[in-house]
């Protein structure tokens, strides 16, 4: 059978852009493993779209929502192996992130596109909650090969505390070490970082985040009300900062509930959303 051949350098010149959907964004955080298809469908045809447009290449990280966060936070998983019930706590919530990583990915297949999913508890391995190391190369084969990556909040094996949670952002984080991103955009509810609480008629949204105000910012920043053991908001925040620190990407936290708004971003247009820079 003759070889395919495949020219990575010509592949890694195409612009690449990290996209995170979050778990509030496609399923119904406040009933117990309900997923929104029709949401996701809609956001998946946005992205390739945009990608079809722009010739960019796309890696797609999906939260977890009302899947994985409940049976987390009810066995303790971020804390580790720290009693009997810790790892079935640990192999159910794995369970609870595939479950839902399947309805994403059946969603794909139902209208045509061609995303690839990727288990992180399978590539990577991690240290105090943060990944220490993994491999690459098969998304990278995955890419060159016309395939839209697929990542997903997991749990991860770790070499101090035996299991961990590692959060969609910090699975893109670790990503963006080896593929160098032009933009990252996270998808939220809510249509960017706020000077206070959303729910707060005085709060103002943050147009810009960068090197002057992020100390400022991150003080300001809460956690959610919503399960969420991957540390809410400003986890996201510092994560997202992290990133475009690290490799000179531009940084967006918009509001993904609104249609049309996560291809506008993809395409270079002006949207109301939190611009973070270096």
């Known amino acids: 059978m003759p070889q395919i051949r495949i020219n990575y350098s010509d592949f890694m010149e195409n612009e690449l852009c990290l996209i995170k959907l979050g778990g509030s964004v496609i399923t119904n955080t406040a009933v117990q ?17 945009a990608k079809k447009e722009t010739g960019a290449d796309i890696i797609i990280g999906h939260g977890g929502g009302s899947f994985p966060h409940i049976s987390a936070s009810k066995y303790g998983v971020q804390n580790g192996l720290v009693n009997e019930e810790s790892r079935k706590g640990a192999i159910i919530t794995l ?17 045509g596109i061609p995303i690839f999913p990727f288990s992180p508890s399978s590539f990577t391995l991690s240290k105090k909650g943060k990944i220490s190391e993994g491999s690459v190369s098969q998304i990278r084969e995955a890419m060159a090969r016309g395939f839209i ?13 035996g299991v961990c949670i590692v959060s969609t952002e910090e699975i893109l984080n670790f990503l963006s070490r080896h593929f160098k991103p032009s933009k990252v955009i996270f998808g939220t509810d809510v249509d960017g970082v706020f000077d206070r609480n959303p729910a707060d008629p005085k709060a103002k949204l943050v147009g ?5 105000n992020i100390s400022e910012i991150m003080s300001t920043v809460g956690t959610t009300k919503k399960v969420d053991v991957t ?16 490799t000179g990407a531009i940084g967006y936290i918009a509001n993904a509930t609104k249609p049309g708004i996560m291809k506008s971003i993809i395409l270079g247009r002006d949207e109301q959303c939190t611009v973070v820079k270096r």
Not at 33 to 49: C, M, N, S, W
Not at 149 to 161: K, L
Not at 208 to 212: D, I, M, Q, R, V
């Open 208 to 212: 810009e985040l960068n090197n002057k």
């Open 95 to 111: 369970s609870d992130a595939r479950e839902l990583d399947s309805i994403f990915i059946k969603c794909g297949v139902e209208i």
């Open 149 to 161: 990556p697929v990542v997903y909040g997991d749990v991860g094996v770790d070499a101090e505390q």
């Open 231 to 246: 540390g809410g908001m400003k986890i996201k925040v510092s994560l997202m900062y992290e990133i475009v620190r690290s």
């Open 33 to 49: 493993k309900e997923a929104k298809p029709e949401v996701i469908k809609r956001l998946l045809k946005e992205i390739y779209e």
